[in-house]
């Protein structure tokens, strides 16, 4: 079965980085984009970026342009978010999601992980 | 970017009734790539609905979504206790994608 495991939950200090990882099994990982959504606590979500497994390729939101970086390791099936000068505003739960495509829009989030907190605090 | 405005922000039903969840798009969404999902505390958000009208896999027939252009809505035909949740929808016909702000189911 399709299996997203997220990292755990992270503490940081405002101007700090921080990196989830995102571990996927049970289908083949180069053969689906990998996405990245936040939510805020109480709030609804974002999204932030894509990265095709396959050749590396990404795609970022505006919002977080110079920001954000998505990578992946295929050896291991694994795709990281790193999102660096954080700010308290960037609290919240990040969550993978693989997504399906339809024609040339692929965005249909069909399993996600079950999210990683990261609190940004002094 | 696609603003998704979702109505009402809170519902309160009781189980076995029927809901109609609103979605309006700021410009029409094209070939109407719109899904739903549903997302209870605590948890990831599940899709429910995609290109509008498709069911994901292992959703019940319970859960139907419709429209195009700029109105969209789920309905849910008999509320079961466990569809108590927050609902949103999201397009994907334009970059970036983006999120409704969420309708809560909650039980009367």
């Known amino acids: 079965q399709v299996q997203l495991v997220q990292s755990g939950a992270e503490v940081k200090k405002p101007g700090a980085s921080v990196k989830v990882s995102c571990k996927a099994s049970?289908?083949?990982?180069?053969?689906?984009?990998m996405h990245w959504v936040r939510q805020a606590p109480g709030q609804g979500l974002e999204w932030m970026a894509w990265i095709n497994p396959s050749s590396g390729g990404t795609k970022y939101a505006q919002n977080f342009q110079g920001r954000v970086t998505m990578t992946r390791d295929t050896s291991i099936s694994t795709a990281y978010m790193e999102l660096s000068s954080l700010r308290s505003d960037d609290t919240a739960v990040y969550y993978c999601a693989r997504a399906l495509c339809s024609g040339s829009s692929c965005y249909i989030f069909d399993y996600w992980g079950q999210g990683t907190l990261v609190t940004v605090s002094s | 970017e696609i603003v998704l405005t979702q109505s009402p922000g809170t519902l309160s039903l009781s189980p076995g009734e029927r809901v109609i969840l609103s979605c309006r798009a700021s410009q029409s969404v094209s070939s109407s790539y719109l899904a739903w999902y549903q997302q209870k505390p605590g948890q990831a958000p599940r899709l429910l609905i995609y290109?509008?009208?498709s069911r994901a896999t292992g959703i019940p027939d319970r859960f139907s979504g419709s429209g195009s252009g700029t109105d969209f809505t789920l309905t849910i035909s008999r509320l079961e206790p466990e569809d108590f949740a927050v609902y949103y929808c999201?397009?994907?016909?334009?970059?970036?994608?983006?999120f409704g702000q969420g309708t809560k189911l909650e039980i009367k």
């Open positions: 049970g289908y083949t990982f180069t053969g689906y984009f």
């Open positions: 999201q397009q994907y016909g334009s970059s970036p994608c983006s």
């Open positions: 290109a509008a009208s």
